[in-house]
């Protein structure tokens, strides 16, 4: 598979980022990835229960598109692979894993667990256990934006094995026959768990599938933090001026297996090589970030070192708070089943 360098911008200009921005999602990425490396140590420790799937490798699609939005107000939806959505949402590291480690101190209450994150007030809605499952509810949030007559627009984020279930297609349609302000955000690490797009989709042009809805779109490279923000920066602006949705695939890698079981370092997983995986880690987007962001003078090594250490500081709190922090009370147990 033929693979381009990641895009970044030209003349040694920022081009649309300012530089304090670029920092800050450098930070963001950072900690979402020190965060996941955290989840794994815990969950092997027996103190995280159900499954959980990390983001590694994919942490630009969160950083790029979710610093653009206007929270509280736009809304976000996304799959079961969600930590890095709640962490760039704002959602504070501690509530997070304190709901992967069921605790009442959870942003869910510790009911939810890794796969239903949940932090409304800061416009997350919530990751979703059924794969696809999110298109369909994007379509409701989206009619709710569009009958309210806001300016907000609901991002809906899904992996490529999603485009093989019909009701994404059924939400889709409806989406593009009622022009709806809802910007898709494919997340195409080629892998719907273990079986590749080629081996699973007879249309693996998935930006032509969303045109077929009625739906406008583009592909553009997701291991690159400039080409997702540029990218998603034309799609919000296309759907705030417009009203009409948006369809972005982004081509990504996850450096780890789909999930907790499916366990790259015990060689557990015969679907791909470790070759494939290393010519992807040269695309790590963080380490591009950084290098960019030292060519240009934009941060000092002390300061790198400052922000890892900042980073490892607020996983580590995150981690002492969850431990420490209740239980939900068994007379909880029946809240929030209702409105």
């Known amino acids: 598979m033929a693979r381009t360098a990641a895009k970044q911008p030209e003349n040694n200009e920022v081009g649309s980022i300012a530089p304090a921005d670029l920092i800050k999602s450098y930070r963001l990425m ?64 501690r509530a997070v894993m304190a709901e992967l480690m069921g605790r009442a101190t959870g942003c869910a209450g510790g009911k939810g667990g890794s796969m239903h994150l949940i932090d409304p007030e800061r416009g997350f809605m919530g990751g979703d256990g059924i794969v696809g499952g999110p298109v369909p509810v994007a379509l409701g949030v989206g009619f709710a934006l569009k009958y309210r007559n806001t300016s907000n627009v609901c991002v809906c984020y899904f992996g490529d094995g999603a485009m093989n279930q019909g009701g994404v297609h059924e939400a889709m349609n ?44 583009e592909k553009a490279d997701g291991m690159s933090l400039f080409s997702v923000h540029d990218a998603a920066e034309r799609a919000l602006h296309h759907i705030r001026t417009t009203g009409e949705a948006y369809f972005l695939e982004m081509d990504c890698y996850r450096f780890v297996g789909h999930g907790i079981g499916d366990d790259n370092t015990k060689g557990w997983t015969t679907y791909r090589s470790e070759e494939d995986i290393e010519q992807w880690r040269k695309r790590d987007p963080i380490h591009s970030l950084k290098d960019y962001l030292i060519e240009r003078n934009l941060l000092s090594a002390q300061k790198f070192e400052e922000i890892d250490q900042e980073v490892q500081e607020e996983v580590k709190d995150s981690i002492s708070f969850a431990e420490s922090s209740p239980e939900p009370p068994l007379d909880s147990l029946y809240d929030h089943l209702y409105s």
């Open 30 to 93: 950072l900690l979402i990835r020190r965060f996941e490396e955290s989840v794994y140590q815990k969950f092997h420790e027996n103190k995280i229960g159900g499954y959980l799937h990390r983001y590694d490798g994919q942490e630009a699609l969160a950083a790029g598109i979710i610093s653009q939005l206007h929270l509280p107000g736009d809304m976000i939806l996304c799959t079961y692979r969600d930590h890095a959505h709640a962490l760039a949402c704002g959602t504070p590291a």
């Open 174 to 217: 409806m989406v593009g026959l009622y022009k709806l302000p809802v910007l898709f955000i494919l997340e195409n690490n080629q892998f719907a768990m273990g079986t590749s797009v080629q081996r699973s989709t007879g249309q693996p042009d998935f930006v032509l599938k969303a045109n077929a809805h009625g739906i406008q779109g």
